[in-house]
């Protein structure tokens, strides 16, 4: 309970050694990149289109249903990143991340960055009911911008990272919004929490253990699931490797793809940080994830 108490503290402060897992044909290498080549998608001028409201219903949050797109200027039919900030699921920000949105659409992958409702003012389920309804968005309007709407990558760091996995292993939460776990192209949860736990994360999800069960995304795997790179950092806060593994060995177990990625020289922050470095060993992970599995095509170039 200490341990966890810990992580509780650390998590409201606000990538490589790679396991291959099933659906994998070989092992990734674990060299440190440097200054060596790097395969990248591009290097497109970017546009920025900011503040789009997902939901405008009477309950919509003027600030908290947002949403900022980061395009590849001039591109068509790219595929998208859809990401989920953390902070605890009671801070955090869309505007933060805009040198990630940059950096993704840069290499040719539209990127849509979210903001949803934060506690204490709301509880589980609605971080994911704003969740849904905004990759519903995405899913809606990503081609009207360019995008492909087949080609939806899901992605999220700490609490982010919880919200994207139970979007792609809880099927209620899209079905809500007519869609399914299966419009999701792939998931990347970075440093998440896949076992929510009564009390300690009492704010968000209150006391009641079938409540934190049902929002644990262990609780739903089951099968048919979007293929999956799982990342966590060497120094990463306590138990969230453990339950990255544990994730992965479920998915694994279901026949799943999945990948499992433990970062070297990374802590619960700067995994999210060193994101916006296309040439950082997480993010040349996360762009050979989304070529496997989409039409984005990278070539080899020598960093300067």
Not at 247 to 258: F, I, T
Request: aromatic share 8%; hydrophobic share 40%.
């Amino acid at each position: 309970m200490k341990q966890w108490s810990i992580i509780v503290a650390l998590l409201t402060c606000s990538l490589f050694v790679p396991k291959t897992r099933a659906g994998e044909a070989s092992k990734a290498s674990s060299k440190t990149i440097g200054k060596a080549a790097i395969k990248t998608g591009g290097n497109y001028e970017v546009e920025e289109v900011r503040g789009l409201a997902y939901h405008d219903g009477k309950d919509a949050d003027s600030v908290r249903h947002k949403l900022d797109l980061y395009l590849p200027k001039g591109q068509k039919d790219f595929p998208v990143l859809f990401f989920v900030h953390g902070g605890a699921w009671r801070s955090g920000n869309k505007d933060l991340y805009g040198p990630l949105g940059k950096t993704f659409a840069k290499n040719g992958i539209g990127t849509v960055i979210i903001n949803y409702r934060l506690s204490p003012k709301v509880q589980h389920p609605a971080h994911i009911e704003d969740v849904a309804k905004a990759f519903a968005w995405t899913h809606r309007n990503i081609g009207k911008h360019g995008g492909r709407a087949d080609q939806i990558f899901v992605c999220g760091h700490s609490a982010g990272g919880h919200l994207v996995a139970l979007l792609g292993t809880c099927d209620s939460h899209l079905k809500a919004e007519t869609l399914t776990t299966r419009d999701i192209c792939g998931m990347i949860p970075l440093s998440g929490v896949y076992t929510i736990t009564p009390v300690i994360f009492k704010m968000a999800f209150g006391n009641d253990p079938e409540v934190c069960k049902a929002a644990s995304p262990l609780t739903h795997v089951k099968g048919n699931h979007p293929p999956a790179l799982v990342a966590y950092a060497d120094k990463d806060y306590p138990f969230l490797d453990i339950m990255a593994e544990q994730l992965c060995k479920k998915l694994e177990g279901c026949k799943c793809e999945v990948t499992s990625l433990k970062v070297a020289n990374r802590t619960h922050i700067t995994i999210i940080v060193q994101i916006a470095n296309e040439a950082d060993p997480a993010t040349q992970a996360m762009l050979a994830f989304i070529a496997r599995h989409s039409n984005l095509i990278l070539t080899e170039r020598q960093q300067p």
